[in-house]
């Protein structure tokens, strides 16, 4: 039996932390790629490495996919490079559907390919990603999609940042939907819940999610002018 949206939400953020892919680390702040610094940070990649935890986390995204989207009306799974790969061959595996993967450009050399295994014009598409925060890679995948005739209008995240408006606002203009398994303020909750970390830290995580900029300025990184 599937759990509702906010237990998977919680479920997936337990999972997410005691395996070590969300940390908070507010002695330490972690520096992006952007220049900001923040005290959580999060590694979907290394959930590959753990079968059991992993195994629950995929059956609920095939449950999401199910009840979200229905299986009538996804033709192929298509998992963006590179951490999106693994989580489609997963899911694809679970719903015994056809899986292709994207580059973020076409490959140079032999045929040219951008989207790799059978790709058709006209195939309902779901693109696979390990989390999302502004959309940009998303964004790529999405026009190779759309270039090579597919059509598609849903994004599933294992991890949505969930502390901005404009990722949202990007997905909307890019005609996505996106279908997550928790946030940073699920993991926040969870955290709390599960008396993961002492309470500064609790208490610093959630300023930072309440305005992350201020807390870069604040801790020596970048503001407003860092680019995301």
């Known amino acids: 039996m599937s759990l509702a949206p906010d237990n998977i939400a919680a479920e997936t953020a337990k999972i997410l932390i005691e395996t070590k892919s969300i940390l908070f680390n507010t002695q330490q702040p972690f520096t992006y790629t952007s220049g900001r610094v923040g005290p959580v940070y999060i590694d979907c990649r290394r959930l590959i490495s753990f079968p059991k935890e992993r195994k629950i986390l995929m059956q609920h995204g095939a449950d999401l996919l199910k009840s979200n989207i229905g299986l009538d009306n996804i033709d ?18 679970l719903l015994d559907l056809p899986m292709t993967y994207i580059r973020k450009k076409p490959k140079g050399v032999g045929r040219l390919s951008q989207i790799e295994g059978v790709f058709e014009e006209g195939q309902r598409t779901v693109l696979i990603e390990d989390l999302q925060n502004y959309g940009q890679s998303s964004g790529i995948f999405i026009e190779a999609i759309r270039q090579a005739g597919g059509i598609i209008n849903d994004l599933f995240v294992l991890f949505q940042y969930g502390i901005s408006d404009i990722p949202e606002q990007n997905m909307k203009n890019l005609g996505i939907e996106v279908h997550a398994l928790t946030n940073w303020w699920s993991a926040l909750e969870t955290a709390k819940q599960n008396n993961y970390f002492d309470t500064q830290t ?13 807390w870069s300025v604040k801790n020596g990184g970048k503001g407003e002018e860092a680019a995301e």
């Open 76 to 93: 192929v799974l298509a998992g963006g490079e590179t951490a999106g790969i693994p989580y489609a061959a997963f899911l694809s595996q």
């Open 202 to 214: 609790l208490a610093d995580v959630e300023a930072f999610l309440h305005d992350p900029v201020a």
